[in-house]
């Protein structure tokens, strides 16, 4: 037992190969590291704000996760830090529980994605329906685009908990009393990003955008609320508590947050495989470096990581080869707040609101929602109530509802291709008059497919009306698997046909499934009459001497 554990330990943590692609092209790696943190600066300075907890909340965040994640994530080319997709989840949780509730859920999240590590779940994240996926990344989209409302118009943000109501009363507020320079600064930054990112996708437009409008607030005297103060520096380790009561009401949002921690994170792992050359991330030692950035990142006043997509791709494509590339830009990171902490406080929300703006039109595809609308019916169901889900009532509920239904249409479909054939009896050893007989009272049917609860109680309807025959062959070769359900509705079947007088003939079934039947008593008195034959010759030659024994009258 010690000695799997230390065998499973020794595979999660950093490699002896992690330290030899650190040697191949350092300067390298340095010089995308610096990239990947200018363009950064701005992205966590504004998913801190728009958390709750302030932007020092998500320079914490992609200082600590950052570093640790780069240190001892199963890929070498992730960059982890705050994301859009957690501050959904956040908002409430702050709304509810303060700052200690936001740093409780991601140290409990941590626990799980180190546990889901160790237990090699990386490998099963994939399985998610991409309707699911598409469908929580475009409300999420609507969602932090609804949450910039109040800063991009330059109004405070009402107290509400669903952020279609924060957004609408910001509306209604600044209609009572409207300024210009908010919502210009705002679409400005974001304009400069999109328009910027089509020419030049690697230079950093969100950072030149919050450079050029924080010197317009300065210069211009512009009514633009800053950020605020922040500190020089990380905040001393810390980690309040909360009653257990409140812990439980926050599983929901410990569960979210390891799921999304876990679904970005590997996907973004996928990504970055792609654009990459001979790159192979680990799933498992991935999920166990996000689990110890997200026990780290609490301790410092950090909100919940995870690896992002979009910084991620920017240190791929600056041509990062190694996880130093991602430890430079947590250092810089700390560099910046260290030496600029009194500049970076006067950068207005309005300019960070536009910087999430242009990054949430970036994040939906638009092509790949019409083709998975187009794709299926029941693609196009799961893609909308997921999407719908998630913008009017939270994430949590989308995703649970979004996979519920995925799950059911997907179970739906393989119900639909189990069937219940009957076979022809036409030997051609028998006589024409032996072929009649068989053919009046015989018949054999062939189950093809699962039998499950899905499609279980369709096959007792349609066996259920076999009529005119003395004897019944179920012919179970190529069922391919038999659940509780499954053997209980066949038991139900073959006695309802016994109790008519129809004598039930089983061949061709596996030794697995037999023994599901036999727990559960479905066929045991079938086997113990000898009525189970190992293949379809042997049940048919019992069933045809039955039926010449004791013919039934024409």
Same mark, same amino acid.
Request: charged fraction near 15%.
């Given at each position: 037992m010690a000695?799997?554990?230390?065998t499973?330990?020794?595979?999660?943590?950093?490699?002896?190969?992690?330290?030899?692609?650190?040697?191949?092209?350092?300067r390298?790696?340095?010089l995308?590291?610096?990239?990947?943190a200018?363009?950064?600066?701005?992205?966590?300075?504004?998913?801190g704000?728009?958390?709750?907890?302030?932007?020092? =909340?998500? +320079?914490?965040?992609?200082?600590?996760?950052?570093?640790?994640?780069?240190?001892?994530?199963?890929s070498?080319?992730?960059?982890s830090?705050p994301?859009?997709a957690?501050?959904?989840?956040?908002?409430?949780?702050?709304?509810?529980? *303060?700052?200690? *509730?936001?740093?409780?859920?991601?140290?409990?999240?941590?626990l799980?994605?180190?546990?889901?590590?160790?237990?090699?779940?990386?490998?099963?994240v994939?399985?998610?329906?991409a309707?699911?996926?598409?469908?929580?990344?475009?409300?999420i989209?609507?969602? #932090?685009a609804? !949450?910039?409302?109040?800063?991009?118009?330059?109004?405070?943000?009402?107290?509400?908990?669903?952020?279609?109501?924060?957004?609408?009363?910001?509306?209604?507020?600044?209609?009572a009393?409207?300024?210009?320079?908010?919502?210009?600064?705002?679409?400005?930054?974001?304009f400069?990003?999109?328009?910027? =990112?089509?020419?030049?996708?690697?230079?950093?437009?969100?950072l030149? *955008?919050v450079?050029?409008?924080?010197?317009?607030?300065?210069?211009?005297?512009?009514?633009?609320?800053?950020?605020?103060?922040?500190?020089? %520096?990380?905040?001393?380790?810390?980690l309040g508590? &909360?009653?257990?009561?409140s812990?439980t009401?926050?599983?929901?949002?410990?569960v979210?947050?390891?799921?999304?921690?876990?679904?970005?994170?590997?996907?973004?792992?996928?990504?970055?495989?792609?654009?990459?050359?001979?790159?192979?991330?680990?799933?498992?030692?991935?999920?166990?470096?996000?689990?110890?950035?997200?026990?780290?990142?609490?301790?410092?006043?950090?909100?919940?990581?995870?690896?992002a997509?979009?910084?991620?791709?920017?240190?791929?494509?600056?041509?990062?080869?190694?996880?130093?590339?991602?430890?430079?830009?947590a250092?810089? $990171?700390?560099? &910046? +707040?260290?030496?600029a902490?009194?500049?970076?406080?006067? +950068?207005?929300?309005?300019?960070?609101a536009?910087?999430?703006?242009?990054?949430?039109?970036?994040?939906?595809?638009?092509?790949?929602?019409?083709?998975?609308?187009?794709?299926?019916?029941?693609?196009?169901?799961?893609?909308?109530?997921?999407f719908?889900?998630?913008?009017?009532?939270d994430l949590?509920?989308? /995703?649970?509802?979004?996979?519920g239904v =995925?799950?059911?249409?997907?179970?739906?479909?393989?119900a639909?291709?189990?069937?219940l054939?009957?076979?022809?009896?036409?030997?051609?050893?028998?006589?024409?008059e032996?072929?009649?007989? $068989?053919?009046?009272?015989? /018949?054999?049917?062939?189950?093809? %497919?699962?039998?499950?609860? =899905?499609?279980?109680? !369709?096959?007792?309807l349609?066996?259920?009306e076999?009529?005119?025959?003395?004897?019944v #062959?179920?012919?179970?070769?190529?069922v391919s698997? #038999?659940?509780?359900?499954?053997?209980?509705?066949?038991?139900?079947?073959?006695?309802?046909?016994? !109790?008519?007088?129809?004598?039930?003939?089983?061949?061709?079934?596996?030794?697995?499934?037999?023994?599901?039947?036999?727990?559960?008593?479905?066929?045991s008195?079938?086997r113990?009459?000898g009525?189970?034959?190992?293949?379809t010759p042997?049940?048919?030659?019992?069933?045809?001497?039955?039926?010449?024994a004791?013919? #039934?009258?024409a």
């Open positions: 000695d799997s554990v230390k499973r330990l020794r595979a999660l943590l950093p490699q002896r190969s992690d330290l030899d692609a650190l040697r191949r092209d350092p390298r790696d340095l995308a590291g610096l990239t990947v200018v363009v950064a600066l701005p992205l966590a300075l504004a998913f704000a728009t958390s709750g907890l302030g932007a020092e =909340a998500g +320079i914490a965040t992609a200082v600590v996760a950052g570093a640790v994640a780069a240190i001892f994530g199963g070498n080319l992730q960059v830090g994301t859009g957690m501050t959904v989840v956040l908002v409430p949780v702050v709304h509810q529980f *303060g700052a200690t *509730g936001v740093l409780f859920v991601g140290f409990l999240a941590g799980l994605l180190i546990a889901l590590g160790w237990a090699g779940m990386g490998r099963y994939r399985f998610l329906p309707p699911v996926v598409e469908g929580f990344t475009a409300g989209a609507v969602v #932090i609804l !949450q910039q409302v109040p800063a991009a118009l330059g109004v405070k943000a009402g107290d509400q908990e669903r952020v279609w109501a924060v957004a609408f009363q910001a509306v209604k507020d600044y209609v009393d409207p300024a210009l320079a908010p919502p210009l600064v705002a679409l400005a930054v974001c400069l990003m999109l328009a910027g =990112a089509r020419r030049r996708p690697v230079f950093p437009f969100s030149l *955008g450079v050029l409008a924080t010197v317009a607030s300065a210069v211009f005297g512009l009514d633009l609320a800053p950020i605020g103060d922040l500190p020089a %520096g990380l905040p001393a380790p810390s508590f &909360i009653d257990f009561g812990v009401q926050l599983l929901p949002a410990v979210a947050v390891t799921a999304l921690a876990a679904l970005e994170s590997l996907l973004s792992a996928t990504v970055a495989d792609g654009m990459s050359v001979g790159e192979q991330h680990d799933p498992d030692r991935e999920l166990f470096g996000q689990g110890l950035a997200n026990l780290a990142a609490p301790v410092f006043g950090g909100i919940p990581a995870t690896a997509i979009a910084r991620t791709a920017v240190n791929v494509r600056a041509g990062a080869g190694s996880k130093l590339a991602a430890l430079t830009h250092l810089i $990171l700390l560099a &910046i +707040i260290l030496v902490a009194p500049l970076v406080s006067k +950068i207005p929300l309005a300019a960070l536009g910087v999430l703006l242009a990054t949430t039109v970036r994040m939906v595809e638009v092509g790949s929602l019409r083709a998975m609308a187009r794709a299926t019916r029941g693609d196009a169901m799961v893609l909308v109530l997921t719908a889900i998630t913008v009017i009532f949590v509920a989308a /995703v649970v509802v979004g996979l =995925a799950i059911v249409i997907a179970l739906r479909s393989v639909q291709s189990a069937s054939e009957e076979v022809p009896l036409d030997h051609a050893d028998h006589s024409r032996e072929r009649e007989l $068989l053919s009046q009272h015989i /018949v054999a049917y062939r189950l093809d %497919g699962p039998l499950f609860f =899905a499609a279980a109680h !369709q096959f007792l349609e066996l259920a076999v009529a005119d025959v003395r004897v #062959i179920l012919r179970m070769a190529r698997t #038999i659940d509780a359900t499954g053997a209980q509705v066949l038991g139900d079947a073959i006695g309802k046909l016994e !109790q008519r007088g129809i004598v039930v003939l089983i061949s061709g079934i596996s030794e697995d499934h037999s023994d599901v039947l036999d727990r559960l008593g479905a066929a008195h079938l113990d009459s009525r189970v034959f190992g293949d042997s049940a048919i030659r019992y069933a045809r001497n039955l039926a010449l004791d013919p #039934i009258p």
